[in-house]
């Protein structure tokens, strides 16, 4: 099963490792525009085999947080529009680590094929315990001696987390 918080940079590394990567940082650019405003539910939805995953790891990996900011987006299109908006404005170098909002989130990533399958015989119930169960697992392992309020209440996790860390959360 895939750890579901604040999974880091590792998949999106594979991806940049690989023979096809098309640079889709862009994305993050305009999704950056969103992330604060009313109406910032966002559904990327598109057909089975259409990159749905990868785009999901690259967010993954750029907002996830982490003490010590990634580098894998310093060469990427995101940080070349970074760059080009901060000197259109004060015509000097930015600092290229200067990415808005990269590493600042919590992230919950789920990937619903694991959690409602054949395999699992399509029941939603048994589904929702085990996201409940993922993200409970993947808090507890990343925050040491994290304790849930109510660990079978899905809005009480997502409290906690947010109480304990004092950071968005990103779904």
């Known amino acids: ?14 991806l ?12 993050i650019f305009n999704l950056n525009k969103k992330i604060n405003a009313k ?3 966002i559904c990327i939805s598109r057909p089975k085999k259409f990159g749905k995953t990868s785009i999901i790891d690259m967010l993954t990996a750029y907002y996830s947080y982490s003490e010590q900011k990634t580098t894998i987006f310093n060469d990427k299109n995101i940080s070349k ?3 080009n908006q901060v000197e259109t404005r004060t015509k000097n170098k930015p600092d290229e680590n200067n990415l808005k909002y ?5 992230v919950i990533k ?7 399958s054949r395999y699992n015989n399509f029941n939603v119930e048994e589904g929702i315990k085990r996201i409940k169960r993922a993200i409970v697992n993947s808090v507890k392992m990343k925050i040491k001696n994290f304790s849930f309020s109510d660990e079978f209440d899905i809005s009480e996790i997502i409290n906690d987390i947010f109480e304990e860390t004092r950071r968005k959360i990103i779904f």
């Not at 940049?16 to 994305?27: A, G, H, R």
């Open 39 to 41: 109406g910032n539910l």
């Open 102 to 106: 990269l590493n600042e989130y919590n």
């Open 81 to 83: 529009r970074y760059i």
């Open 1 to 14: 099963m895939a750890f579901t918080f604040n999974s880091g940079e590792e998949d999106f590394k594979r």
């Open 110 to 116: 789920l990937e619903m094929n694991e959690y409602f």
């Open 16 to 27: 940049l490792n690989s023979n096809y990567f098309v640079d889709k940082t862009d994305f």
